[in-house]
């Protein structure tokens, strides 16, 4: 239907259940890597992922910054979200504590999203699914 | 952090005034060996303009002009 927004809806999921979606990150040679991410509204940081990952996958590096868990080393990711037409250069940041913590609640887990990504579409939650929309055209 | 890193970001936090008053907000700068190498309104055409200059690599430097980078932040998880 023209006009409807377009989303993707996860269940909860982990122990304890938590928020997240599915994010395509492609690297520079078209390399696809669909991985999922826990969701949290109160991380400054757009998306945290491993070392690993993101040496695979950065198209640059970028500014670093300190954290409470410790160094996060700044890179410049391609997010892509099928359901939504979403396909950004992101700054994004590696930290391999941060996903060790988020991999407790589920080891399938990649790393951690926060509202920096989400405000770059529309988010929200109930007692049962968390989703993403594309932006409301007004 | 690499040597390579911490020149490039030395001299991004040492140029942030001097970015400012040369490149519109948003605008996109690449440094390598803490030096500006490339410039663009957007990250693909930073990324055609790094190619033309044969430093269309991974580990090039890259920010936004006017973007507050923070030096600190606090994640809980």
Same mark, same amino acid.
């Given at each position: 239907?023209?006009?409807?927004?377009?989303?993707?809806?996860?269940?909860?999921?982990? =122990?304890?259940?938590?928020?997240?979606?599915?994010?395509?990150?492609? +690297?520079?040679?078209?390399?696809? /890597?669909?991985?999922?991410?826990?969701?949290?509204?109160?991380?400054?940081?757009?998306?945290?992922?491993?070392?690993?990952?993101?040496?695979?996958?950065?198209?640059?590096?970028?500014?670093?910054?300190? +954290?409470?868990?410790?160094?996060?080393?700044?890179?410049?990711?391609? =997010? =892509?979200?099928?359901?939504?037409?979403?396909?950004?250069?992101?700054?994004?940041?590696?930290?391999?504590?941060?996903?060790?913590?988020?991999?407790? +609640?589920?080891?399938?887990?990649?790393?951690?999203?926060?509202?920096?990504?989400?405000?770059?579409?529309?988010?929200?939650?109930?007692?049962?699914?968390?989703?993403?929309? +594309?932006?409301? =055209? /007004? | 952090?690499?040597?390579?890193?911490? %020149?490039?970001?030395?001299? $991004?936090?040492?140029? %942030?005034?001097?970015?400012?008053?040369?490149?519109?907000?948003?605008? $996109?700068?690449?440094?390598? !060996? !803490? %030096?500006?190498?490339?410039?663009?309104?957007?990250?693909?055409?930073?990324?055609?303009?790094?190619?033309?200059? !044969? %430093?269309?690599?991974?580990?090039? $430097?890259?920010?936004?002009? !006017?973007?507050?980078?923070?030096?600190?932040?606090?994640?809980?998880?």
């Amino acid at each position: 239907m023209p006009g409807t927004p377009s989303e993707q809806r996860t269940i909860y999921k982990g =122990v304890p259940a938590r928020a997240w979606l599915r994010l395509q990150l492609i +690297s520079a040679n078209d390399r696809i /890597h669909e991985l999922e991410f826990v969701v949290d509204t109160g991380n400054p940081c757009a998306i945290i992922i491993d070392t690993a990952t993101m040496q695979a996958l950065q198209w640059r590096e970028s500014s670093s910054t300190n +954290s409470n868990f410790g160094s996060l080393e700044g890179g410049w990711l391609r =997010v =892509v979200i099928p359901e939504l037409g979403f396909d950004e250069k992101t700054l994004g940041y590696a930290n391999d504590a941060v996903v060790n913590v988020v991999k407790r +609640s589920r080891p399938e887990f990649a790393g951690l999203v926060g509202l920096p990504m989400l405000r770059m579409v529309e988010f929200g939650g109930n007692g049962g699914s968390f989703w993403v929309r +594309s932006p409301t =055209v /007004h | 952090m690499s040597s390579e890193r911490e %020149k490039n970001q030395a001299a $991004f936090q040492s140029s %942030k005034e001097e970015l400012i008053n040369r490149f519109p907000p948003g605008h $996109f700068v690449a440094f390598e !060996g !803490g %030096k500006i190498v490339a410039d663009a309104a957007s990250f693909d055409q930073l990324t055609e303009a790094l190619a033309v200059v !044969g %430093k269309d690599r991974p580990d090039v $430097f890259v920010v936004q002009v !006017g973007v507050e980078y923070p030096d600190e932040v606090f994640i809980l998880i």
